[in-house]
């Protein structure tokens, strides 16, 4: 039997999560698992990066290597090393030290993209030495601005609608989004993307950050054509609270986004926990007019904080994924 063939999108610990939960998965299933990745981000080193030197961001990329890195103890201590941040030389200030602040994946990523001429094969490269267990690929070959235009976004002026640039700025607005662009406005889509998009089976969106790290993907022309004409299935996997970008939207309001952004988008399930769904009626509603089917499970870590348990994560996903086969 051919393995199930999963495509699972996003950007940061949001898709970290997701990545690391199908891990959880491959024991029980035999999974053929790519990343497809946000090129947005414009904050930290990868901001620093790609100011200075262009390309792609390599940050988002970075987090979905490890989080896909192979258990062998040398591809561990590479995978720890991909993640390493360095200090200040001497406890100074980062301003005095170009190297202050740079994980050294984003570097390596960036130095292999330039050495091959390709972030493709850059990516799959530096899969190879993490032995990864799966593919990561950008959902564009060209990094992207995000812009959003934000209600409120100056506290004195709380029905003021300005337009808010660039990704970082997105995600710590104080404001309302109240719509989200690309810039370019059509971006090519990475041809590696649209066609492990056309071949998978399931089609993952979500968790993570609404606007930065799940909607981009439908703002790429070619790749959602891809997503709608795939014969995959579709599961969306919701936030456990509001992040700063998506305060006041509801999990509902967040399906019905998914509809707004890309209105020919039909979902399958919807994977939420039970404890942070608060009124599974209007959520099950949410689902319903996607086509979709509420599923809720404890995928939440049990320590309190708003995360996703990877383990548990997985253990929600088995069942969905291994229907049918």
């Known amino acids: 039997m051919n393995p199930t063939r999963v495509v699972a999108f996003g950007g940061g610990h949001g898709l970290?999560?997701?990545?690391?939960?199908?891990?959880?998965?491959?024991?029980?299933?035999?999974?053929?698992?790519?990343?497809?990745?946000?090129?947005?981000?414009?904050?930290?080193?990868?901001?620093?990066?790609?100011?200075?030197?262009g390309g792609l961001p390599p940050g988002d990329l970075r987090q979905a290597l490890v989080a896909l890195a192979g258990d062998h103890p040398a591809t561990r201590r590479s995978a720890a090393l991909f993640q390493h941040r360095f200090a200040a030389a001497g406890g100074g200030p980062d301003g005095a030290d170009s190297l202050a602040g740079h994980a050294v994946g984003n570097l390596l990523l960036h130095g292999l993209?330039?050495?091959?001429?390709?972030?493709?094969?850059?990516?799959?490269?530096?899969?190879a030495m993490l032995g990864a267990v799966g593919r990561v690929l950008p959902m564009s070959r060209q990094p992207v601005g995000i812009e959003a235009q934000v209600r409120g976004a100056d506290p004195d002026r709380p029905d003021e609608v300005r337009t808010v640039r660039g990704q970082h700025q997105v995600a710590v607005t104080s404001g309302t989004v109240e719509s989200l662009r690309l810039t370019p406005a059509a971006p090519a889509a990475c041809a590696e993307a649209v066609t492990a998009v056309r071949a998978a089976d399931w089609l993952i969106f979500g968790p993570g950050s609404w606007y930065t790290s799940v909607l981009p993907h439908l703002l790429v022309p070619g790749l959602a054509d891809a997503i709608v004409s795939s014969p995959a299935r579709r599961l969306v996997t919701l936030n456990?609270?509001?992040?700063?970008?998506?305060?006041?939207?509801?999990?509902p309001d967040h399906l019905d986004t998914l509809r707004r952004y890309l209105p020919e988008l039909k979902v399958d399930m919807v994977l939420a926990d039970s404890t942070a769904v608060g009124?599974?009626?209007?959520?099950?509603r949410a689902a319903e007019s996607l086509g979709?089917?509420?599923?809720?499970?404890?995928?939440?870590?049990?320590?309190?904080?708003?995360?996703?348990?990877?383990?548990?994560?997985?253990?929600a996903l088995v069942p969905v994924l291994g229907a049918d086969r």
């Open 16 to 53: 970290s999560a997701s990545l690391r939960a199908l891990r959880h998965c491959v024991p029980e299933l035999d999974l053929d698992i790519t990343a497809v990745v946000t090129v947005g981000d414009d904050g930290g080193s990868s901001g620093r990066l790609r100011a200075e030197r």
């Open 113 to 127: 993209t330039e050495l091959l001429g390709d972030p493709v094969v850059a990516l799959d490269h530096a899969g």
């Open 240 to 251: 456990l609270v509001a992040e700063k970008e998506t305060l006041g939207l509801s999990l």
């Open 279 to 284: 009124d599974p009626v209007a959520v099950e």
């Open 292 to 315: 979709a089917r509420l599923v809720l499970a404890p995928v939440a870590v049990t320590d309190g904080t708003p995360r996703h348990d990877p383990a548990a994560l997985g253990a």
